[in-house]
Nanobody, 122 residues
Framework: QVQLVESGGGLVQAGGSLRLSCAAS????????MGWFRQAPGKEREFVAD????????HYADSVKGRFTISRDNSKNTVSLQMNSLKPEDTAVYYC???????????????WGQGTQVTVSS
């Protein structure tokens, strides 16, 4: 079973940037899509972005398109989320996810990290 460990969250002012990273403990990392979800206070978890097994296909939520970039390094078993032009509404706990499928993580991925807090102040 894969373990996913996120890092890089924190407090940033609106308009600033943060980079989240996720380290996966699995020998088959390069076979599966990886992604990010987030959950804001009082709201349901929502899809943010995902990337397919070889990094050649990505998907983004409309709310982050053009501001966030997902990438992966299969040699290091890591996936990253570069977040630019952050807004207060981006404040949430961000989770690294996978579902052991090659192309997307789907709407209900089966494996989640513990989450990392991102707070954007206005």
């Amino acid at each position: 079973q894969v373990q996913l460990v996120e890092s890089g969250g924190g407090l940033v002012q609106a308009g600033g940037s943060l980079r989240l990273s996720c380290a996966a403990s699995t020998r088959t990392f390069s076979s599966y899509a990886m992604g990010w979800f987030r959950q804001a206070p009082g709201k349901e978890r929502e899809f943010v972005a995902d990337i397919n097994f070889n990094g050649r296909s990505t998907h983004y939520a409309d709310s982050v398109k053009g501001r966030f970039t997902i990438s992966r390094d299969n040699s290091k078993n890591t996936v990253s989320l570069q977040m630019n032009s952050l807004k207060p509404e981006d404040t949430a706990v961000y989770y690294c996810v996978t579902d052991y499928t090659p192309r997307t993580v789907g709407s209900t991925p089966g494996y989640w990290g513990q989450g990392t807090q991102v707070t954007v102040s206005s």
